[in-house]
């Protein structure tokens, strides 16, 4: 059976880095599209970011609120995908959710994820 399982979450300051480490397993990985999704407190999960399965031809997706200071990335050697969090804001205070595609498509919406990690805590202090 397919299992994602986060690591890398934490507290930090604002202006910070944190990278975010998703291992699959259970799936042919270098086969799915990737993403990242998360949900703060009293507000629904949303997209954060997204990475097709050809990393030698490959196409992300990001929410425009994290553009240019989050990076999605795949190492398919090591079943792996990232999320590199830079110059981190109070508001990106979530539990942060790996996701593997139900089918071939970015999973930029959650009815396009099959899979789901237990989540990940990230605090961002001001």
């Known amino acids: 059976q397919v299992q994602l399982v986060e690591s890398g979450g934490g507290l930090v300051q604002a202006g910070d880095s944190l990278r975010l480490s998703c291992a699959a397993s259970?799936?042919?990985?270098?086969?799915?599209?990737m993403g990242w999704f998360r949900q703060a407190p009293g507000k629904e999960r949303e997209f954060v970011g997204a990475i097709s399965w050809n990393w030698s031809a490959a196409r992300t997706s990001y929410a425009d609120s994290v553009k240019g200071r989050f990076t999605i990335s795949r190492d398919n050697a090591k079943n792996t995908v990232y999320l590199q969090m830079n110059s981190l804001k109070p508001e990106d205070t979530a539990v942060y959710y790996c996701a593997a595609a139900r089918g071939s498509v970015l999973p930029t919406d959650e009815w396009e994820v099959g899979t789901w990690g237990q989540g990940t805590q990230v605090t961002v202090s001001s």
């Open positions: 259970g799936l042919t990985f270098s086969t799915y599209p």
